[in-house]
């Protein structure tokens, strides 16, 4: 992971189970494709419950990237 980017739950699971040398390479599983993009959806939905003036002053596909490197 990058030092300046957040990492999302779903990366976190990962390098756990990487550090547990659990022997499946996730990474490149539709799974864990589908639950990165259901953790991205649930980011955006808190955001505009919680920020909703906010996000018409950002772009949230531009900020995920920013804050997660995606």
Do not use: C
Not at 24 to 29: E, F, S, V, W
Not at 34 to 46: F, G, I, N, P, V
């Amino acid at each position: 992971m990058e030092n300046n980017k957040q990492v999302t739950a779903v990366e976190w699971l990962v390098e756990q189970l990487e550090q547990h040398h659990t022997k499946i390479d996730i990474k490149n599983t539709v799974v864990f494709q589908q639950a990165k993009e259901m953790e991205k959806q649930q980011h955006q939905q808190t955001a505009i419950y919680f920020y909703p003036s906010a996000l018409k002053r950002i772009n949230f596909e531009q900020y995920y990237k920013e804050t997660y490197g995606k």
